[in-house]
Nanobody, 120 residues
Framework: VQLQAFGGGLVQPGGSLRLSCAAS????????MTWYRQLPGKERELVAGISSRGTTNYVDSVKGRFTISRDNAKNTLYLQMNSLKPEDTAVYYC???????????????WGQGTQVTVSS
């Protein structure tokens, strides 16, 4: 199984970006999907998550600005980021709880990370 994240880049404060993360491989089902972010020298922080039923949760600092969504048919997770601030600058990682074909448990899988830089 591979998770490929993309969509990061350099944007000015107040701008928008849309991150995507697509999973491929022998996937039976995906439970929770989550976006994390990490600054150098700091712990990875949960940004937003979405359950298999579509229930969402966000860290307080992004509420009202970020929207998480998923396309189950495409095994893809999205993060629409609006009104970006310099403090949103980080490497963003996706994490999926995946049950493999022939498997009985869900296990966490990580994407490779995509850099988001908010600067004028």
């Amino acid at each position: 199984v591979q998770l490929q994240a993309f969509g990061g880049g350099l944007v000015q404060p107040g701008g928008s970006l849309r991150l995507s993360c697509a999973a491929s491989g022998s996937i039976f089902s995906i439970n929770g999907m989550t976006w994390y972010r990490q600054l150098p020298g700091k712990e990875r922080e949960l940004v937003a998550g979405i359950s298999s039923r579509g229930t969402t949760n966000y860290v307080d600092s992004v509420k009202g600005r970020f929207t998480i969504s998923r396309d189950n048919a495409k095994n893809t997770l999205y993060l629409q980021m609006n009104s970006l601030k310099p403090e949103d600058t980080a490497v963003y990682y996706c994490n999926f709880d995946i049950r493999l074909v022939g498997g009985i448990w869900w296990s966490p899988y990580w994407g490779q990370g995509t850099q988001v830089t908010v600067s004028s």
